[in-house]
T-cell receptor, first 113, second 114 residues
Framework: DAKTTQPNSMESNEEEPVHLPCNHSTISGTDYIHWYRQLPSQGPEYVIHGLTSNVNNRMASLAIAEDRKSSTLILHRATLRDAAVYYCILRDPPPNSGYALNFGKGTSLLVTP | KAGVTQTPRYLIKTRGQQVTLSCSPISGHRSVSWYQQTPGQGLQFLFEYFSETQRNKGNFPGRFSGRQFSNSRSEMNVSTLELGDSALYLC?????????????FGEGSRLTVL
C-alpha cells in the first residue's frame, strides 16, 4: 500500500473547526482514502472514507485534492471528545485485497477548552 | 447490534508461557483481523481470516498464530511469550458483502508479560 504522511500532533480549541492534513503523493488510482481515529483506551473507530470526491457524514468531512495527492479531514466543531489519534490510511477496495489496514503513526489531536 | 467482543480484557503472563485471546465479531461479519499495538511500533497488522481461511498475514514470527471457527469467532495464540509481546491486541471485524472496507474494532486485550 502507498504511504501517508501526517503531522505528529495538532492542537485545537473546543468548538472551532479542525483541519487534519494527510499527504499521499504515491497514491494509486484504485486507492481509497480512509480515516480512523482512536480515543484513549479504546480501539480505533471508522471516521470516513472517499475516492475522488469530497465526502460528508455525521462525524466529519473529507476534502480530497484534485490530483488526489493529499486530503484533509475536517471536524467542523471540535469537542473534547474528539481528542484522539487520527489515522489516514490508503486502501484498495475489498474484497480483493483483504481487510488489513496499514496504520501509520497518525496525528494526535489535542482539544483544549 | 452487539459490537466486537474480545476476551479477556486484561491478562498477565510470564515469559515462556503461552496465551490465547478470543474475538467474537459482529453478527454476520465473516472477516476478522488482528492487530498488535505497542507504544513503540504503533498498530501493526497480525493476520486476517475470512470464512475460516487465513487470507493475509503480517510480518510476525511463527509464535503468533490464529484461527477462525465456522461461526466466525476467532482466536489468536502466542506461544513462548517474550517481554516484547506485552501489548494491546485488537480484533476487528468486517462484512465482505459491504464494499466500504470499514473495520469495526473491539476494545482489545491488554497482555502484560513479566
Amino acid at each position: 500500500d502507498a504511504k501517508t504522511t501526517q503531522p505528529n500532533s495538532m492542537e485545537s480549541n473546543e468548538e472551532e473547526p479542525v483541519h487534519l492534513p494527510c499527504n499521499h503523493s504515491t497514491i494509486s488510482g484504485t486507492d481509497y482514502i480512509h480515516w480512523y481515529r482512536q480515543l484513549p483506551s479504546q480501539g480505533p473507530e471508522y471516521v470516513i472514507h472517499g475516492l475522488t470526491s469530497n465526502v460528508n457524514n455525521r462525524m466529519a468531512s473529507l476534502a480530497i485534492a484534485e490530483d488526489r495527492k493529499s486530503s484533509t479531514l475536517i471536524l467542523h466543531r471540535a469537542t473534547l471528545r474528539d481528542a484522539a489519534v487520527y489515522y489516514c490510511i490508503l486502501r484498495d477496495p475489498p474484497p480483493n485485497s483483504g481487510y488489513a489496514l496499514n496504520f501509520g503513526k497518525g496525528t494526535s489531536l489535542l482539544v483544549t477548552p | 447490534k452487539a459490537g466486537v467482543t474480545q476476551t479477556p480484557r486484561y491478562l498477565i503472563k510470564t515469559r515462556g508461557q503461552q496465551v490465547t485471546l478470543s474475538c467474537s465479531p459482529i453478527s454476520g461479519h465473516r472477516s476478522v483481523s488482528w492487530y498488535q499495538q505497542t507504544p513503540g511500533q504503533g498498530l501493526q497488522f497480525l493476520f486476517e481470516y475470512f470464512s475460516e481461511t487465513q487470507r493475509n498475514k503480517g510480518n510476525f514470527p511463527g509464535r503468533f498464530s490464529g484461527r477462525q471457527f465456522s461461526n466466525s469467532r476467532s482466536e489468536m495464540n502466542v506461544s513462548t511469550l517474550e517481554l516484547g509481546d506485552s501489548a494491546l491486541y485488537l480484533c476487528a471485524s468486517s462484512s465482505a458483502e459491504v464494499n466500504t472496507g470499514e473495520l469495526f474494532f473491539g476494545e482489545g486485550s491488554r497482555l502484560t508479560v513479566l
